[in-house]
């Protein structure tokens, strides 16, 4: 069974950081996209970024510049780092797992999600 598991989430002032981690069991991510994504209260799930299978990053425009993040295969666990943080970045922030080496920002990419973390920034 595939399970994706969330944490370092918590509540930060405007201008803070978190850095979150996803551990992936049941599933080897070496080979395959991964990304996260976050919800807010009342909005659909959108996408926050994507890691291909090599490595290479993708982020929505919103946290450019501001957000970074990194794959450890060997761990099979995915590191997003949140920086500069406001309160629009507040949420709900999920993991989840492709079965293709690339992989966007749509959740129709994606097969494996985990239950999210919860992020909350206040001004």
């Known amino acids: 069974q595939v399970h994706l598991m969330e944490s370092g989430g918590g509540s930060v002032q405007a201008g803070g950081s978190l850095r979150l981690s996803c551990k992936v069991s049941?599933?080897?991510?070496?080979?395959?996209?991964v990304g996260w994504f976050r919800q807010a209260p009342g909005k659909r799930r959108e996408g926050v970024a994507s890691?291909?299978?090599?490595?290479?990053?993708n982020f929505a425009d919103s946290v450019k510049g501001r957000f970074t993040g990194s794959r450890d295969n060997a761990e099979n666990t995915l590191y997003p780092e949140m920086n500069s943080l406001n309160p629009e970045d507040t949420g709900l922030y999920y993991c989840?797992?492709?079965?293709?080496?690339?992989?966007?920002?749509?959740?129709?990419?994606?097969?494996?999600w985990g239950q999210g973390t919860q992020v909350t920034v206040s001004s």
């Open positions: 989840a797992a492709g079965t293709t080496r690339i992989c966007g920002m749509s959740t129709i990419e994606y097969q494996y």
């Open positions: 049941g599933y080897t991510i070496g080979g395959y996209g």
């Open positions: 890691i291909s299978w090599l490595g290479s990053t």
